[in-house]
């Protein structure tokens, strides 16, 4: 059974820094796109990142430059999330392909077809 566990959220002033986790178990694809996705109150669920297992990112514009995403041997997840704004906050979410597949492009974005943490909340303030 696949778990994906996330942790590191938090609250920070605008301008910090934050590195949000996520822990994998039973996920043993060899082929995958990791991702992190993110969603604030009254607003649909929104794709921040991704990185394939051949480790091939993929970033939104909004957060280009600021973020970064990395994965480890273990295929545990990270985002390094610097100069952080108050439109940043949201609860964040891991995700992981269900499937042997790659990121696929812009795929990714959709959110379909993955497993999914319970989420870490972020907020940013002014």
């Known amino acids: 059974q696949v778990q994906l566990v996330e942790s590191g959220g938090g609250s920070v002033q605008a301008g910090g820094s934050l590195r949000l986790s996520c822990v994998a178990s039973g996920y043993t694809y060899s082929t995958y796109c990791m991702s992190w996705f993110r969603q604030s109150p009254g607003k649909g669920r929104e794709a921040v990142a991704a990185?394939?297992?051949?480790?091939?990112t993929s970033y939104v514009e909004s957060v280009k430059g600021r973020f970064t995403i990395s994965q480890d041997n273990a295929k545990n997840l990270y985002l390094q999330m610097n100069s952080l704004k108050p439109e940043d906050t949201a609860v964040y979410y891991c995700?992981?392909?269900?499937?042997?597949?790659?990121?696929?492009?812009?795929?990714?974005?959709?959110?379909?077809?993955?497993?999914w943490g319970q989420g870490t909340q972020v907020t940013v303030s002014s």
């Open positions: 990185i394939e297992s051949d480790g091939t």
């Open positions: 995700a992981a392909s269900n499937r042997d597949t790659t990121c696929g492009g812009g795929y990714w974005a959709r959110g379909k077809n993955n497993y």
